[in-house]
């Protein structure tokens, strides 16, 4: 998917210091993707309290959009450097198509993943027999030693896994405690999972304490309790139960993604009794390199990103060169997407 806002915010993402008790609850905004029936997306990463989970530095939650109203995804070819996305459908059907010659569907319970590396060009387009269109597209921010690797396209299915009340599906990385790792290709230590659970259902989702954590709610609402920190507790009270003893409980309403910091061991998600819930959880090491991003780029500097969209408009939009970076894709009828201006004013961090 595309960033298609017309004026896209610059972000220049310093390293973030983790390390909070307590789960941090960051709230959506409504993001039209552009057209006369535009196609409304929630954002809630980046934002300026917090720009990236792990290497996890984009989150777009759309749907349940019924298509005949919403006119479905339609997004034309655009580019990508530095990054790989993640496509996971709750209902629907999309196809894709790269200028790495790639051409495949996305439907619920797999997981597309493109790694656009260097440069890559992509379309994505809901199929006709799809009346209703519910997922999420999530960006992973490629490290400096991996963000010129050459791009390429990835499919995988994925396995349902019962974790006490809950079902359990790892579209990327690994969760601790289950053998089920996802068989796509990552470039820093990550996790994505969709855990579900019935009206009234908890479970015990185990977390590698080294890795920050976030909690999409696309279902719910949901509360999550994470046990105290060590330096919580109270000495007399070791043997005990560390949520009973000191825990920190957040409900969580549908949209919402809530933030948990390095160094708990696990989350208990419980869903509220009068329906179900579903959680797109995310995570990973903490980043710790500074990200230039705007629109479809990731860089490290303004003179990189300018480069990018240069190459963009002059090579596929003015076609000067179709083999250049980014490629040619097939299998759309329609012409590239321009690039925006660029700010009138360098790209520079923000506070």
């Not at 789960?23 to 720009?51: S, Y």
Request: hydrophobic residues 40%.
């Amino acid at each position: 998917m595309s960033n298609l806002e017309r004026d896209p915010v610059e972000l220049v993402c310093p390293p973030e210091r983790s390390g909070a008790a307590s789960i941090t609850v960051l709230e959506p905004r409504d993001v039209p993707l552009g057209g006369p029936r535009a196609m409304n997306v929630r954002r809630t990463l980046p934002q300026r309290g917090r720009t990236t989970i792990g290497a996890w530095c984009f989150v777009d939650h759309y749907g349940p959009d019924e298509v005949a109203t919403s006119g479905g995804m339609v997004v034309p070819p655009h580019p990508h450097t530095g990054l790989q996305t993640v496509s996971w459908l709750f209902e629907g059907e999309i196809e894709h198509h790269d200028s790495t010659g790639s051409a495949e569907f996305v439907r619920p319970g797999a997981v597309n993943l493109m790694t656009a590396g260097r440069g890559i060009a992509h379309s994505e387009v809901s199929t006709p027999g799809t009346t209703r269109l519910h997922g999420v597209q999530l960006w992973v921010a490629l490290p400096s030693a991996s963000r010129d690797v050459a791009p390429f396209f990835e499919h995988a299915d994925t396995v349902p896994v019962q974790v006490d009340d809950a079902v359990v599906r790892v579209f990327a990385g690994a969760l601790p405690g289950l053998d089920d790792e996802a068989s796509v290709t990552l470039f820093s230590p990550l996790v994505g999972a969709q855990i579900e659970l019935p009206p009234g259902g908890e479970a015990w989702i185990e977390l590698d304490p080294a890795f920050e954590h976030g909690l999409l709610v696309d279902r719910g609402p949901v509360t999550a309790t994470i046990a105290a920190l060590e330096s919580e507790h109270d000495d007399g009270a070791a043997d005990a139960d560390p949520l009973a003893v000191a825990g920190h409980t957040s409900h969580l309403a549908a949209n919402e993604l809530g933030h948990v910091a390095t160094g708990h061991e696990g989350v208990r998600l419980r869903a509220d009794d009068h329906g179900p819930a579903r959680v797109i959880l995310i995570g990973g090491v903490p980043f710790g390199e500074e990200l230039v991003m705007w629109w479809n780029f990731i860089g490290r500097s303004h003179d990189e990103v300018a480069e990018f969209r240069r190459a963009w408009q002059a090579d596929v939009i003015a076609r000067g060169d179709t083999d250049g970076r980014f490629g040619t894709v097939a299998g759309f009828d329609g012409d590239p997407l321009p690039a925006p201006e660029l700010p009138t004013v360098r790209l520079k961090p923000r506070a």
